[in-house]
């Protein structure tokens, strides 16, 4: 039932894992006698019909632009409930009648194939990928039908009808096995296929074990048939709803296909010999009919499988957008245009679609593509990006394989298909990487580019699924700097949506009031009094949930909103500030800025506006700024920070690492307060006392105050204390909260002050 396909266990398919649960429920109790076998079949398959047959109806009855997308539910529709029908019937009906027996089952295929015929999203392969399907497909299919003959019981079948029986079953099964299992599994269309199959299946393997003398046998029926009845609802309302293109489709199992037939077969065997009885005349000729397709397929195999890409190179005009390395060389087209809209585009993107099915074709698909963009190819103009990706096709022809295709790509990027495994496809790329990297001589200069690589395995995945995996793996290399190669996976996938969204929802995040801070609060270590707090931002989106600074500024920064986050920062806290100073005037505010931000020639007087727009004291006010950042524009860093101690407000330095660069450059910075982490604070490995006690020593010296930060246990907060920390902040001292806890917390110091 369901409960098979966890892939497909969501909210939406919550009544189909309640039907499946009480289906499993009822077929123990029928495998127990404890219910008649007439009535678990009935009641099943009423069930089963029910739920698919409600979820059907709705596709059939809602309201859509296009009303020709209702009919494919309502037939469907109906061919589940004429299905549920026909099981209920099938145990009651005279099997001796051949023509009782086959209308509910014929009713079933007719309305099921005109269903599946009209569903959206329909995949459409040439003649030449169905006929090598049905040959790959047609050795296992006998022998599943072969398992199906030594299986079904021998008393009380007529041979031909057994026969006829077990290759039906097998024939059906292995087209299920092939619609789920395949590298659109996960499609509207291949899992309402499958369920077709499966639910026909199910119904003929009903009418033949209803008149087996053990009437128990009849429930091995149910479970492809309930199972069935619900593929077919849920793959018709995602075929229907196109959600197909949000759905990552996965890498091809091509293993079930190859190895449940030959495993279902030798259990099928070991169980036939198991009672005693030999193999009959007619198990033989099965088994000799399984060799020819066998045979065929490796001869096929043989002739052009085991080249695929160089078949894709057959398959299109020689010398147009696909280009082997031994052909003449010529220089790609660069349209301006999107791949959507450019034809040369479309021509591109077909050439790679088609390099790419190809390699898919074979039974066990393995290949990989590479997607190469050249960061600065453009720098120059059009006329000299032309020039460079001329030269860069030049030198990608010179690393790659005799088989491998190159293809250009709209704007300043190509992709290369290649037949080998993943390791050696990501060496390809290592390669591709080092002669991509050297200058270009174009338009009278020398031009340096950044290659930025993503890969992604063919290994039996749909054509455009690899392009997609490819350009999200090729947008995470540049995300990560460019100059590299970057592999995909699932969680990259993740990663790469998940920034999307942040993306697409951060502008505007300040407009629509979404964003908040928390206050972690900072104690004075020597008497456990609050001096003070830090502002910690907070993004509370309804789409994303809340988010954290640490995910929340690169994106930020990427999209030039870092100075309106942080001024929004500065004046909340300096509000929230002038609040609390009704009552405990001597805490003060910590706010983060970044060296971007703080470098701005105005940074000063509008942090002085802000002040006195809320009447807070400057001493009241601690700016900090990151350790590791200030060394890229160190004396506009000096200047502001002095700007900023002329007017009053006390600054921090953040995230300080106690190394030899970082001490001497302690020197020059006007600070007040120096934040270290607790990785100073803790013993050495080596034996050697704690760095801390060398921080406290050099800012003895300065006339600098030490904030321990990140303090989460009592053990770090006593090294803290013992190191002459003076101030401490983390979770062990107090967690973030909001403005009205806090002020709570200070509240129980009454004698709170600096």
Known sequence: MLLAYPSLVTRRAAPEVATSTAVALLLIAGAADLVPTSVVIALTAGAGATVAG??????????????????????????????GLTAVLLPLVDLGRTAAVLVGPLVVVVLSVFGLRRLPGRPRPAVGVRVRRLVESAGPAIGLALAGWLLLPPGGLPVP?????????????????????GPRRRSGPALCRGGVLLMVGGLVLLATLSSAPAGRAALLAVPPLVSGMLLVALGAARAVDACDAAVAQPVAAAWPRLVLPAAVLLLASGLHLGTGRAPDRTSLLLALAAVPPLVLRELLGSGDASNPVRRAAHRRAAG?????????????????????????????????????????????????????????????GPTAREDVLAEAAHRTRGVIGADDLVTGCAGSGFGVVTAAGPVLAYALGTRLLGVLSSPYAVAGAVLRVQPSIGLAEVSGAGPADVLRQAELARRRAVQLGRDRVEWYDAFLEEQLVRRLDLERELPGAVARGELDLVYQPVVDLVDGQPVGAEALLRWRSPVLGTVLPAELLPVAEDLDLVGELEWWVLDRACRQLSNWSVGVRELWM?????????????????????????GVPPERLVVEVSEP??????????????????????????????????????????????????????????????????????????????????????????????????????????????????????????????
């Open 54 to 83: 409600l979820r059907l109806s709705r596709l059939a009855t809602r309201r859509c632009p296009d009303p020709t997308s209702r009919a494919p539910g309502a037939l469907l529709d109906a061919a589940v409930v004429a299905a």
């Open 161 to 181: 009808t057994r026969l006829a029986a077990a290759l039906t079953l097998g024939g059906l099964a292995m087209a299920a096995l092939n619609a789920l299992a």
């Open 320 to 380: 147009s957008t696909v280009r082997h390395r031994h052909a003449t060389p010529t220089r790609w087209p660069a349209p301006a245009a999107p791949p959507s809209v450019g034809s040369g585009a479309r021509g591109d993107r077909v050439a790679l679609l088609d390099a790419l099915a190809a390699i898919g074709d074979v039974p066990v698909p393995t290949g990989a593509l590479l997607l190469v963009d050249l960061h600065g190819a453009d720098a120059l």
């Open 590 to 614: 910590a706010v983060n800025v970044t060296t971007r931000e703080l470098t701005t020639p105005d940074f000063v007087q509008r942090a002085a506006a802000v002040l006195a727009a809320y």
């Open 629 to 754: 950042r200030v060394g890229g524009d160190l004396p506009t860093v000096v200047a502001r920070l002095a700007g900023l101690r002329s007017l009053g407000v006390r600054t921090a330095l953040d995230d300080f690492r106690a190394e030899h660069a970082s001490l001497a450059q302690l020197r020059r910075l006007p600070i007040d307060l120096l934040k270290v982490g607790p990785e100073l604070v803790g013993a050495r490995l080596d034996g050697q006392p704690p760095l801390i006690d060398v921080v406290v020593n050099v800012g003895e010296r300065l006339g600098v105050e030490i904030v321990a930060e990140e303090l989460e246990s009592s053990a770090q907060v006593e090294g803290a204390r013992r190191g002459g920390c003076r101030y401490g902040q983390g979770f062990a001292v107090a967690r973030p909260a909001t403005a009205e806890r806090v002020e709570a917390y200070f509240e129980e110091f009454p004698s709170a002050s600096r």
